[in-house]
Nanobody, 127 residues
Framework: QVQLVESGGGLVQAGGSLTLSCAAS????????MGWFRQAPGKEREFVAS????????YYADSVKGRFTISRDNAKNTVYLQMNSLKPEDTAVYCC????????????????????WGQGTQVTVSS
């Protein structure tokens, strides 16, 4: 099991930037993928971005491509989500999640393949 703790959320004006962090502890493997998801009030949870621990292969939702960057620091067991050019529609609770691909190459997981989730951090973008 992987324990995940997010931080870095807050209130920012439209066009601004925030960086979220997700600290992982417990059992992690090079075959793991770390993902960021978000859920706005009254909406379903949606995928934002993911990264594979071993080779840093990344995958993004179309809605954030070009504005958000996911990265990881293996030494710190931490995954980051750099969010630029924020929009009011980015307002949501952002959660990180971990899942094992059981593969040497796979870097994309379905939402139901993520087994461990953090509590989330609130991001609010004002217009």
């Amino acid at each position: 099991q992987v324990q995940l703790v997010e931080s870095g959320g807050g209130l920012v004006q439209a066009g601004g930037s925030l960086t979220l962090s997700c600290a992982a502890s417990g059992r992690t493997f090079s075959s793991y993928v770390m993902g960021w998801f978000r859920q706005a009030p009254g909406k379903e949870r949606e995928f934002v971005a993911s990264i594979r621990w071993s080779n840093a292969m990344t995958y993004y939702a179309d809605s954030v491509k070009g504005r958000f960057t996911i990265s990881r620091d293996n030494a710190k067991n931490t995954v980051y989500l750099q969010m630029n050019s924020l929009k009011p529609e980015d307002t949501a609770v952002y959660c990180c999640a971990a899942g094992n691909t059981y593969s040497r190459v796979r870097y994309i997981l379905g939402e139901n393949e993520y087994n461990d989730w953090g509590q989330g951090t609130q991001v609010t973008v004002s217009s």
